[in-house]
């Protein structure tokens, strides 16, 4: 069967995360948005590790379920179209590691996931003696980032450990202000245990095949949400049974089982241009090597965004496309879409949750109804405008406001200039 499967998010006891952030919200929003399997986040976190063993009961091989007595109650406040998707847990954790090699400091994030409560145990008490795995959900550890992967292996087989969303600046494997230029040069005679990389939601697949260091390498892609409405931002397409085994082995090997990922649109990504956010500046790679990486407002040195980052390690051209390669879906979340249609600017409003849910009641769970249902029945269920603009995110004909140094990008679906686009004739 086909998974829709987000393994890095967060939890509650995460610093900047939603006291929503828990096991229910997770798997009420999974349903809703059609997601397969779900990471738990924040593994080390011992009150949250307590939380996951009370609230959670093994499924199939490494995967768990919410108990039932939890989900019957959450299916019951649900739309009756989503209730019967399959939703499981799978254990990971975000580890923040931040130390010195060739005399730099380094700041890597890394996820690992693991296969059972075991493994969870064993890495738990290694980085325990390291540091306060009580103070954040993802703890900061003065640990090399070569040293956890160490841990991870010796953890159990089956445990996989990818760095994480590795182009962000401050905090990433070939980050402009504190990591490598190559996985060599951050993971030594380890490299090759580097089976996969997280693009990270300011990057995609594209700019990611130009490297030619990442080859063979899977490129997978999270939502690491600090909320539930932000899980399955990012995701990936996995052709495999519902077992850990085989949605890992996936990963681990890039076969016919590994489809692809669903991505944000990179230029949303809250690092993509270069620039300066308390100068107001924004610069795309181009414009920010022209005026020599420094803000034309302040005089200081840019933010460099991952455009410049890629175009600093690429050895392909900006067109490169492998002759074979995985399959790269583009989504704007339903709430982002519905809020457009409406005019409307947040998507918190009581209009914008009514509309969702009516949609969701009628036909389906979000991700299948972005990718899949028919424009006809969208017209149906929500009107043309609707239809529309679901037409437009698959086209990926959009107007897109890049971010920059820790600003979000903005998308729209409409032109405010055009209005005579929200009326064309979609459908007979």
Not at 401 to 427: H, M, R, T
């Amino acid at each position: 069967m086909q998974l829709i499967a987000d393994f890095h998010l967060h939890s509650h006891y995460s610093r900047a995360t939603s006291r929503n952030m828990n096991l229910e919200s997770a798997y009420r929003y999974g349903k809703l948005k059609g997601i397969n399997v779900i990471g738990t986040g924040d593994f080390t976190h011992p009150l949250w590790f307590g939380e996951i063993q009370e609230k959670l009961e093994p499924a199939e091989k490494g995967l768990f379920k919410l108990k039932k007595e939890i989900s019957d109650k959450i299916d019951t406040e649900l739309p009756e179209s989503v209730r019967n998707n399959v939703m499981r847990f799978i254990l990971t954790v975000e580890i923040s590691n931040i130390y010195k090699r060739h005399d730099v400091t380094r700041r890597l994030h890394n996820v690992i996931v693991a296969s059972n409560f075991n493994a969870v145990s064993y890495i738990n008490e290694k980085l325990n003696v390291i540091g306060n795995l009580k103070s954040d959900g993802r703890p900061i550890l003065g640990l090399d980032s070569y040293d956890l992967l160490k841990i991870s292996l010796e953890s159990d087989p089956d445990t996989l450990f990818f760095p994480a969303h590795i182009w962000t600046p401050w905090f990433a494997m070939f980050g402009s202000k504190s990591g490598f230029n190559s996985v060599e040069e951050a993971f030594g005679d380890l490299a090759d245990e580097i089976v996969a990389v997280e693009t990270g939601l300011s990057s995609d697949p594209f700019m990611n095949w130009r490297i030619s260091d990442l080859d063979g390498r899977t490129l997978v892609s999270n939502s690491d949400a600090h909320s539930p409405r932000k899980l399955g931002r990012e995701a990936n397409l996995i052709n495999a049974n519902l077992n850990y085994k085989d949605i890992i082995g996936a990963i681990r090997t890039n076969d016919d089982r590994f489809v692809g990922t669903i991505e944000f649109y990179p230029e949303e990504g809250k690092y993509h241009f270069s620039g300066h956010q308390k100068c107001g500046i924004s610069l795309s790679a181009k414009d920010a090597k022209n005026l020599k990486f420094i803000c034309p407002k302040c005089g200081k040195k840019l933010v460099l965004g991952v455009e410049q980052r890629v175009d600093e390690l690429a050895n392909r051209p900006v067109d490169y496309v492998p002759k074979l390669h995985k399959i790269v879906e583009y989504i704007v979340p339903l709430e982002i879409i519905i809020a457009d249609v409406l005019g409307v600017k947040s998507v918190n409003g009581k209009k914008v949750q009514e509309e969702y849910i009516n949609i969701i009641n009628h036909l389906g769970d979000e991700f299948n109804l972005i990718r899949k249902i028919s424009l006809k029945d969208i017209k149906h269920v929500s009107g043309e405008k609707m239809a529309l603009a679901i037409d437009k995110v698959r086209k990926r004909d959009l107007i897109i406001e890049p971010g920059y140094d820790g600003v979000y990008g903005v998308v729209k679906i409409f032109s405010d200039k055009n209005a005579s686009e929200n009326q064309l004739s979609l459908l007979s």
